[in-house]
């Protein structure tokens, strides 16, 4: 499948994305905010703020100097706090989800745009569960499904970010995702420390079982265990017994 004009810039080599932007530059038409970034997006058909992500998180715009200056920035941290902003307080509006897997699938490949991304992924799954919250808008829904996905396949999701997740047991997200199942299949934890603990809901473990995730003796371990809420217990039973067929 071909790559979008985002993905083209976002992944692009040093020289290629010199000449894309400089050649995009020279055949700007004027503009009276005096706007660089701006003409140059208009150009290339993508919307400004999908620019500066996508130039924002190449990999190799930190030796890139010429390219700062081009777009009309004074520095790379000028650009950088531009492509946060966008990233964090987007949704779905100027950067298409397909834009965003794109961010995911790159930056995991780069240690330092890995941990940056990390940094401000509290912040943009802020915005869009608020968003979610307010207007419960199916489309939006969907997106947020698809992104928290690839969030949790592409390894951009670490331990500290699960942890602040599961610590979260009434959240509704966490549902509406089936998020405990993206991090058992992720691996991140392993699936014994996740059945065991008591912020995941009787009903997260029930459709972990559901699925083929747990081992039937990690379900049976955990039976033994003395303080196993009734509920909890009961569920697991029932499980068993569909297992037994």
Known sequence: MAKSRFEEILTSGSENLLKTLYRSS??????????????????????????????GF????????????????????????????????????????????????????????????????????????????????????????REMKAIYNDGVAQIDFVERRLNRTNNGFRALINEVALIVESRIIPVGDIFFRENILPQEKRRLVARGLIP???????????????????????ELKMLDG
């Open 26 to 55: 020279s055949n700007r038409r004027p503009d009276s905010s005096g706007n660089r970034a701006r003409q140059i997006a208009r150009n290339l058909k993508l919307k400004y703020g999908q620019l500066v992500c996508a130039v």
């Open 58 to 145: 190449n990999s190799n715009i930190r030796t890139l100097p010429d390219v700062t200056a081009v777009l009309g920035f004074s520095s790379y941290d000028d650009l950088a706090r531009e492509r946060n902003r966008y990233f964090t307080e987007d949704v779905y509006k100027r950067l298409s989800v397909k834009d965003m897997l794109a961010i995911y699938s790159h930056v995991v490949n780069d240690l330092e745009l890995l941990e940056v991304t990390q940094h401000l992924l509290d912040r943009r799954l802020q915005r869009l569960e608020d968003r979610i919250e307010n207007t419960v808008d199916s489309i939006v829904i969907e997106r947020y499904k």
């Open 216 to 238: 039937r003796e990690i379900i049976e371990s955990r039976m033994e265990e003395a303080d196993v809420p009734e509920a909890e217990r009961e569920l697991l039973e029932e």
